[in-house]
């Protein structure tokens, strides 16, 4: 009986300190990151969202394609004719080029675009359009524009952070510049 009152006394004690203590503050905002590290972080996000499986044109490697480090980012290459596709099948399959920057289904053809720092890629884009570009689906992040077509996971990425956002802009700008004009979408009767 005594150890029980003992263990009820504490228990008092403990809800009484937990009743007075201050309510819970909301996290501070991280540090400010420096441009450098804002860079890195948008690099790790490039890599773990995958952006070069389809943005990077691939070379033949020991395991198979792996990503052409002199063109990570730089598209769909313009000097990279597609094969024709029999559209028939297109009712119940998506095609992808030998590089996966190009893929074909029943909307169409589309081209993996330009990510490199270069004016044919992001080096024109402000962070406005690459956020529109993102939350809302817009080519090249203009209002107005066309959607962005299928395999790009837009919705997906549309989640992610301000701060995420801005990070992968900031790397995205930091790229090597790839001079590669990338060929425009092709619309499904336009295949026939």
């Not at 792996?66 to 029999?86: C, F, I, K, T, Y």
Request: glycine residues 6%.
């Amino acid at each position: 009986m005594k150890i029980l009152k003992s263990l009820f006394a504490m228990v008092i004690a403990v809800m009484a300190f937990a009743c007075n203590q201050e309510p819970a503050q909301e996290p501070q905002p991280a540090e400010q990151m420096s441009k450098e590290q804002q860079v890195a972080r948008g690099q790790y996000l490039v890599t773990i969202s995958g952006c070069n499986d389809c943005h990077s044109p691939k070379k033949m490697g020991a395991q198979g394609p792996e990503p052409d480090p002199e063109r990570l980012l730089s598209g769909h290459p313009q000097d990279e004719p597609l094969a024709h596709v029999d559209t028939s099948e297109l009712r119940s399959w998506t095609l992808f080029s030998p590089g996966l920057t190009a893929a074909v289904g029943p909307w169409g053809v589309s081209y993996a675009a330009n990510l490199t720092s270069d004016d044919t890629g992001v080096g024109l884009w402000t962070e406005e359009q690459f956020f529109r570009a993102i939350r809302e689906g817009k080519y090249k992040g203009l209002e107005g524009s066309r959607p962005l077509l299928p395999p790009m996971p837009w919705p997906n990425f549309a989640q992610m952070t301000d701060e995420d956002l801005k990070a992968i802009f900031a790397y995205l700008k930091s790229t090597k510049p790839v001079r590669n004009i990338v060929p425009a979408p092709v619309m499904l009767a336009e295949l026939k």
